[in-house]
């Protein structure tokens, strides 16, 4: 079983950055593949990006390619998501998510096993 925390949301403003943090619970975490998701009001969840257990593989979204990056530190049961030149557009609730896979890049939810809160992130133009 792993738990799932994000933070790290909130309001910035166009041009500006976030870095969110999604702390894990459990003890399988480091054989975790994980991803992060993120939803807009009205829309479907979609990828943003998702790396295997030990960040040798990366994939985002091109919508994101070039200004999100993904990393995980397994010795901090953490995963990140460093987000730069943030757009309006960008706007959602943020979701991370566990899978019981360790070597796969995961980009559909159904794909995913375990999911956190979400942690909204706002761009104000």
């Known amino acids: 079983q792993v738990q799932l925390v994000e933070s790290g949301g909130g309001l910035v403003q166009a041009g500006g950055s976030l870095r969110l943090s999604c702390a894990a619970s459990?003890?399988?975490?480091?054989?975790?593949?994980m991803g992060w998701f993120r939803q807009a009001p009205g829309k479907e969840r979609e990828f943003v990006a998702a790396?295997?257990?030990?960040?040798?593989?990366?994939y985002y979204a091109d919508s994101v390619k070039g200004r999100f990056t993904i990393s995980r530190d397994n010795a901090k049961n953490t995963v990140y998501l460093q987000m730069n030149s943030l757009k309006p557009e960008d706007t959602a609730v943020y979701y991370c998510?566990?899978?019981?896979?360790?070597?796969?890049?995961?980009?559909?939810?159904?794909?995913?096993?375990?999911w956190g809160q979400g942690t909204q992130v706002t761009v104000s133009s």
């Open positions: 998510a566990a899978a019981n896979r360790k070597w796969l890049i995961i980009m559909i939810p159904t794909g995913y096993d375990y």
């Open positions: 459990g003890r399988t975490f480091s054989s975790n593949a």
């Open positions: 790396l295997n257990w030990n960040g040798g593989n990366t």
